[in-house]
């Protein structure tokens, strides 16, 4: 089609628009209140200090809260792309400050009960990422580490706290089948005290 001829008015012809995430003002971003453009000054801070980019959580996950119950399908998936930003985008060692933080200002939302789901979805999430990460290990102890860390960060997203103890005793198991079994009951308990950590 180089060289048309004839069939030159049937080429179609378009204008790239081009958005430069990094380079565009946030208060442009923000200037249409869609959470769109709320969720692009994150992505803006993606590599940004840990201080700047919680605020930039705080504030996006608050004017979020704003979308009413005609667009909780809006909401549900703009809190979701949060945790997965934190969860692809930012070091491992800030993931569960980070998604903590989000899920406390959730806790606070008027959607309370939808962030509550919002936290099983994710639970599941986490779940299925930590046996993709034992299957790709391809062994025992890297499923077992990858399980851990799942249930560590389950009941760091559900719980925020979680006491020393169980703690110590989550690192040291060794079961796959226990562990499988824990991670279950983290993802549909709603308290530390329903579950038994000594005999599950």
């Known amino acids: 089609m180089e ?3 004839v069939f030159s008015r049937f080429i179609p012809k378009f204008d790239i628009l081009f958005l430069s995430v990094k380079g565009t ?3 442009e971003l923000r200037r249409t209140d869609h959470p769109i453009g709320w969720l692009l000054t994150v992505l803006q801070k993606e590599h940004a200090n840990k201080e700047e980019i919680s605020e930039a959580l705080v ?3 608050r004017h979020i809260d704003t979308l009413d119950a005609e667009h909780i399908g ?3 998936r703009a809190i979701f792309y949060l945790y ?3 969860w692809h985008r930012r070091p ?9 933080l989000v899920h406390q200002e959730v806790q606070q939302s008027t959607h309370r009960e939808e962030g509550e789901a919002m936290a099983q979805t994710m639970a599941d999430y986490l779940f299925e990422q930590g046996q993709k990460q ?14 851990r860390e799942v249930l560590l960060r389950i009941l760091r997203l559900k719980f925020e706290d979680i006491p020393e ?12 089948s226990r562990l499988d079994t824990l991670i279950e009951k983290a993802a549909t308990t709603q308290t530390l005290d329903e579950i038994d950590w000594d005999n599950t």
Do not use: C, F, Y
């Not at 491992?92 to 903590?100: F, G, S, V």
């Not at 299957?135 to 499923?143: A, N, S, T, V, Y």
């Open 3 to 5: 060289n048309g001829g």
């Open 25 to 27: 003002d946030a208060a």
């Open 59 to 61: 504030a996006a996950v």
């Open 74 to 76: 809006q909401w549900r």
């Open 84 to 86: 997965l930003l934190i």
């Open 92 to 100: 491992t060692a800030e993931h569960d400050e980070l998604k903590t």
């Open 134 to 147: 034992g299957q790709i290990l391809g062994e025992k102890r890297g499923e077992t580490r990858a399980r």
């Open 165 to 176: 103890p169980i703690i110590k005793k989550v690192t040291a198991m060794r079961s796959l």
